[in-house]
Structures are given as C-alpha cells and as structure tokens.
C-alpha cells in the first residue's frame, strides 16, 4: 500500500467536510475518487497532501506516518498534486513555473532547468516554455499544473479535476497524457466529474457523499450502484437534462 487514509475526518466548526474517511491506494494504480459537489473530495485531497491537518485520523504513506508533515516535506517524499483552480503564477513562463516543481529535487539552475523542459515536452507544451503562463487557455493550464507536478518526481500524482472545463477532444488528449503518465510508474489518484474520464481511466473507484465513503468497486460497479446513482448519478443525468451543470 502506497498512500493510506485510515479514519480521516476534516471538520470546519460543527461541520465535518470529510468525515471518518479510510482509503487506502496500492501502488501503481489508477484509483477514482468521485461524488458530488460539496461531497469533501479536494478536502480529503488537501488532507493527504497536508494543505490542510485533519481533525482526527492519520496519512501513511510507504508505511510512514505522515499526518503532522507540512506540504513540502510531503512532496519531498512523493506526494505530488494539482488543484481544482489551478495555481499558477501567471506573470512567470511555463518555464519558470515549472522550474518550482524541480527545484524539489534538484539545487542547481542548470538541472532543474533541464528537468522542467523536459516534462514541459511530455505534457505537450514545449512550444509555450519562454510564453507567460497567463497567456495560456484552460487545457494549457491543466498541463502546467501537471507538469509543475511531474518535475517533482512524485511516486503518487492526485489530480483534482483535471479535465474540467475541456472540450471532448481535449479530454481525450488529456486522457492519453494520464495514460502516459502511469506508464511512467506513478500512481494516481483522480478525482474527476466525466464519467468516461473515470470509466476509461481508473481500476477502482470510490465514491464519496456528504464526507463519507458510499460506495467503492470497478467502474462498472460503483456505476450500477444504487447509492451512487441516487446519490450522484441519476441527480447528474437530471441536471444535464434540464440543462444544469452538476
Ligand atoms: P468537493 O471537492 O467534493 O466538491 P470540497 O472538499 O471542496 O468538496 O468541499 C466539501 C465541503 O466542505 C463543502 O460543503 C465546502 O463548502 C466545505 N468546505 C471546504 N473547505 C472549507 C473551508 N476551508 N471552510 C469551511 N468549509 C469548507
Ligand atoms: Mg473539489
């Protein structure tokens, strides 16, 4: 077991945004974390990642605890993330954003410059390095996120949303770039809203609601699920009937 959530609960005053969570993900899978809005997914992210301290329950990852170390100590052990919003400094290039992520590993300009271009190519933006980040659309920022990610070398890549806000051809890109990325040997955690995206991409899934954990299974189980489909589905297939965005 890579990365191990055991009893998490992140409380905000009386309300709990993920409460008594326990997830576990084995190495060199691609696990889904779905539910709807509000249902505590980017919570739970910023838990593993230690963006936030969780009220109660612990983080192990390889075996260690991890709770009480902060982002970066994480990151240094393998732990690397995008966010919803993604946060990037917009006057900087791709480049020198990127170069954020490498410095992690790597002291000297030179070779944390070598790296940064280096993922820049492998997620498809080699054209843009020297271009200001803010001059990139959604799917150029989607990869940059990622990219700063990658040039941390982390054992375990947790995408939150990654392909939100993306046209169909674009999420297909995007899907093979993930697709390549688990080649590499990085297991991933993707918290994702398509359904196709989580059906084609995850081994596994596990549903969240109001905090809690619902459901969990293959694709092809949590989506004949009757919480699930009560709870997420059925109220998404609604939504995109009646023209909402859920
Ligand atoms: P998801 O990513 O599944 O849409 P979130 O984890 O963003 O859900 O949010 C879960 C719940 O926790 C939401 O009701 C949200 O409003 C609440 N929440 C998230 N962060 C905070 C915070 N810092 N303070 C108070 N409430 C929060
Ligand atoms: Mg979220």
């Given at each position: 077991m890579l990365l191990k959530a055991s009893q998490l609960t992140m409380a905000f005053g009386a309300f709990k945004a993920v409460d008594d969570a326990s997830v576990a993900v084995n190495e060199g899978e691609v696990l889904g974390l779905i539910g709807p809005n509000g249902a505590g997914k980017s919570t739970f992210f910023n838990c593993l990642t230690g963006d936030l301290h969780p009220t109660s329950g612990t983080v192990h990852f390889e075996g260690r605890d991890v709770t009480r170390l902060t982002p970066?100590?994480?990151a240094r052990l393998g732990i690397a993330r995008t966010f919803q919003v993604p946060l990037?400094?917009?006057?900087m290039s791709v480049l020198d954003n990127v170069m954020i992520g490498a410095f992690l590993r790597h002291h000297a300009a030179a070779a944390a410059r070598d790296k940064a271009l280096e993922v820049?190519?492998?997620v498809g933006l080699g054209g843009a390095a020297e271009a200001s980040a803010k001059s990139l659309g959604t799917p150029g920022?989607?990869?940059l996120e990622i990219a700063r990610a990658l040039a941390s070398e982390p054992k375990v890549l947790l995408l939150d949303e990654a392909m939100a806000g993306l046209t169909p051809a674009e999420i297909r890109a995007a899907i093979d770039l993930v697709r390549q990325i688990h080649r590499r040997g990085i297991t991933l955690v993707i918290v994702e809203h398509i359904m196709e995206v989580i059906v084609s991409l995850a081994d596994r899934?596990?549903?969240f609601?109001?905090?809690r954990e619902i459901a969990r299974g293959t694709p092809s189980e949590v989506t004949r699920n009757e919480l699930v489909i009560e709870a997420y589905l059925g109220k998404r297939h609604a939504a995109k009937l009646s023209g909402g965005t859920t």
């Open positions: 970066e100590q994480r990037t400094f917009e006057s820049i190519g492998e920022r989607k990869r899934v596990v549903v609601h109001q905090g």
